[in-house]
């Protein structure tokens, strides 16, 4: 996770194949205030991989999941959604190189996700405006200074 002063936490879920993507994202999470994790940028060469993941899994408030075509054949996109699937925390869904029609039909993607309200990739400024506001509302639950 990023080291900065913000309650609420956002785990980056994508294929390596999208890092450029999930990078831009990234941006965008901390220009509406909260950290985030993404794996190419916070595990170093020497961590253990699969540690640094269940940590930030435990301590991310929700999940900002690029799918993509790539992204769907990925066994690390389905173990991390799930966790956070059991943990009942947010998933948002963004749909890239993915149609609405493909995402609803396609088999491989869990009934649960299916059931969110998803965001197109050309939409994706509605779920930032969406997220700054979740984190204004937890940083005044926590007594914190808004800036």
Aim: aromatic content about 12%; overall charge positive; some cysteine.
């Amino acid at each position: 996770m990023r080291k900065r002063n913000t309650t609420y936490k956002v785990f980056i879920s994508h294929a390596s194949d999208d890092t450029w993507v999930a990078k831009q994202m990234a941006t965008h999470l901390e220009q509406c205030g909260a950290s985030y994790f993404l794996d190419v940028a916070d595990i170093q060469h020497g961590d253990e991989f699969e540690e640094q993941i269940r940590q930030a899994l435990r301590t991310a408030d929700e999940m900002l999941l690029l799918l993509t075509p790539w992204a769907i054949t990925r066994s690390y996109i389905w173990m991390e959604t799930g966790v956070f699937w059991e943990r009942q925390k947010r998933v948002v869904v963004v749909l890239y190189g993915v149609t609405s029609k493909d995402f609803l039909k396609d088999p491989r993607i869990p009934h649960f996700l299916k059931k969110k309200d998803f965001v197109l990739i050309n939409e994706i400024d509605t779920y930032f405006a969406q997220l700054e506001a979740r984190v204004k509302a937890k940083r005044g639950k926590n007594g914190r200074k808004k800036t």
